[in-house]
């Protein structure tokens, strides 16, 4: 039987007041993909600042690749990999002087054959000799993430993998996550905003909110959870809400900005009486969604994931700016 290759108990982070992290049990088989999904400040980094011994524990236990992360911190470093949602790379260094330095940093004395491997994986071995400043943004990732796989960890964690990179690149990278996981064998958790990309390529899944667990499962067992339909409106002049909640089959009604947000039994008998209830000229926008995950998110938060007008950080722009710090 496989075993689990991270284990929490009560896991607890508090910073001051604020508690980033609150009371989480969580088990990842081992050779799985583990996604971590939430909103702005949900707790998911956190989350990974711990599991890797990054920042200490406030309360509670955590063990990783079958060591304990308080007691056996280092045997935990040599067994994990992470790629942090920030830059790591050195810009006036090529992919393999960056390899090479990572090598160095960890002592690794057998590294070059590897690394080889890990650049034909990602599709960067003719770019070997170029300086990292010549690289995509896609390509970057790729190589943070060589970079993390050079010590042959068994759990890797990854913050945000794809965030800032357009669809194309982003399904690419989804493919090659995939990959690390099946043909190198590695349990990956990774933490994202996009529920798609959760929904791709994670066999399990924890929704955070405010450094809670507020659902696990797998993708469909979590859709198979949410029995209502959402129809999102939006109305030229204000609405009274009483009259939407008189609506039968409307058995919830949130707002979100000028948005409104209505749970409904099935949309296909509701939205003739939302018809009937409102003057069709009075709609200025109207979106019907089935059960998914984002639904699922939009059933126990009561908020969508990423909130209109929050603040989702562009790395393109993040990436353009530290290259200009370093000149
Ligand atoms: N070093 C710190 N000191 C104080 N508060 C912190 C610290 N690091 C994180 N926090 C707070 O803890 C909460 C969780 O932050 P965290 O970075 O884990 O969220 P996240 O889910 O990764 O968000 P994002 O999607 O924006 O990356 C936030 O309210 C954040 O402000
Ligand atoms: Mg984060």
Known sequence: MASDAIVTENLTKVYGKLTAVDHVNLKVAEGTIFGLLGPNGAGKTTMIKLLTGLTDITEGEASVAGFN????????????????????????????????????????????????????????????????????TGMRKKLEIALA????????????????????????LWDLITGVNREFGITVLLTSHYIEEADALCEQISIIDHGKFVASGSPTDLK?????????????????????????????????????????????????RLFATLKTDEIRRINVEKPSLETVFLDITGKRIDQPGSDVPDYRKFYAQMRRARR
């Open 149 to 172: 796989l050079l010590h042959q960890p068994e759990v890797v964690f990854m913050d945000e993998p794809t965030i800032g990179l357009d669809a194309n690149t982003r399904h690419m």
């Open 224 to 272: 198979a959870r949410v029995k209502s339909d959402f129809v999102e409106l939006e109305t030229r002049e204000p609405v009274d809400e009483a009259k939407l909640r008189a609506i039968p089959g409307v058995t919830d009604v949130r707002t979100q900005g000028k948005t409104w947000i209505l749970r409904v039994s099935a949309a296909e008998e509701v939205l003739p």
């Open 69 to 136: 992360v308080r007691r056996d911190p280092m045997h935990v470093k040599q067994r994990i990999g992470w790629v942090a949602s920030e830059v790591i790379l050195d810009d006036d260094f090529t992919a393999w002087e960056n390899l090479w330095l990572q090598a160095k940093l960890q002592s690794l004395p057998e590294w070059r054959d590897r690394a080889e491997d890990l650049l034909k994986y990602f599709g960067l071995l003719d770019r070997r000799k170029d300086r990292v400043k010549t690289f995509s």
